[in-house]
Nanobody, 123 residues
Framework: QVQLVESGGGLVQAGGSLRLSCVAS????????MGWFRQAPGKEREFVAV????????YYADSVKGRVTISRDNAKNTVYLQMNSLKPEDTAVYYC????????????????WGQGTQVTVSS
């Protein structure tokens, strides 16, 4: 099992930017595909982005494509989510998740989750 701790959330105005970080410990980080999900109040947790273990292949939800970039630094056991041109509808708790195996957009495919970091975008 790998432990995940997110940081970098906060309050930002529409059009602004934030960079979320997720540090992993207790496992071989390079062996995990890493995903970001988010959950807004009263809604299901939804996929945002994922990056593969070693090849850096990425995939994004249509709702964030072109505004969000996922990246990882295996030497630092860290995955990042750079979010630009933020919109009020991006307001949610953002979760980092890890899974052994190939990229997945499905929440239940992930075994390891962080505690989440709040992102609030004001209009």
């Amino acid at each position: 099992q790998v432990q995940l701790v997110e940081s970098g959330g906060g309050l930002v105005q529409a059009g602004g930017s934030l960079r979320l970080s997720c540090v992993a410990s207790g496992g071989t980080f390079s062996g995990y595909s890493m995903g970001w999900f988010r959950q807004a109040p009263g809604k299901e947790r939804e996929f945002v982005a994922v990056i593969s273990r070693n090849t850096g292949i990425t995939y994004y939800a249509d709702s964030v494509k072109g505004r969000v970039t996922i990246s990882r630094d295996n030497a630092k056991n860290t995955v990042y989510l750079q979010m630009n041109s933020l919109k009020p509808e991006d307001t949610a708790v953002y979760y980092c998740a890890a899974r052994r195996g190939s990229n997945s957009v499905i929440r239940r495919d992930y075994d390891n989750w962080g505690q989440g970091t709040q992102v609030t975008v004001s209009s």
